[in-house]
């Protein structure tokens, strides 16, 4: 009888970790295809776009008590700076400490914490790289006037998604 609630219990652990990774995979599509249909009117559309439409989209990917984001250190968006519980794991990524593609932490409050890198794809580029068009950049500004988030190169964590759920 042991077994099989062991069993049980792990099988439960296994789901809300796939749910909150599949929140996750929801919120990067979404977001993705978002940009990529605004990057074909312009680049300056696109910043329009995520600063219009991701908070949004995050909100739409969380449910079922998980909710999901997005954070960085190197933050654009100002509410999107990494909560107390990410801090300790995001430098270990960022020093390479850490090879798994994700981690799942046990929160204080009962509820567990995933956090996955973002890696720096040839798009980003456009408005996170080092290269970024005069007009691009002025729209940055106007939204995001303490934007710290340019300079990198395709590869680099840009930031981390991230969920929290309940068991």
């Known amino acids: ?66 909710e999901v984001g997005r954070v960085s250190t190197k933050n654009r968006n100002p509410n999107n700076f990494p909560k107390e519980w990410m801090k300790p794991y995001i430098e270990k990524f960022h020093k390479k400490e850490i090879k798994d593609p994700y981690v799942v932490i046990s929160l204080p409050n009962g509820k567990k914490g995933l956090l996955k890198p973002i890696a720096t794809m040839p798009m980003c580029l456009n408005c996170h790289g080092t290269k970024i068009d005069a007009d691009v950049m002025e729209e940055i500004k106007k939204h995001y006037p303490n934007d710290k988030a340019i300079g990198y190169k395709v590869g680099d964590i840009r930031g981390f998604f991230w969920a929290e759920y309940k068991e």
Not at 4 to 29: D, M, N, P, R, V
């Open 1 to 66: 009888m042991k077994y099989i609630l062991l069993l049980l219990f792990s099988t439960s652990l296994l789901a809300s970790e796939q749910e909150a990774l599949q929140a996750i995979k929801s919120l990067g599509t979404n977001l993705k295809k978002e940009l990529q249909k605004a990057m074909k009117i312009s680049k300056v559309n696109a910043v329009k776009t995520c600063n219009v439409k991701a908070m949004a989209i995050a909100k739409e990917a969380s449910k079922k008590g998980i």
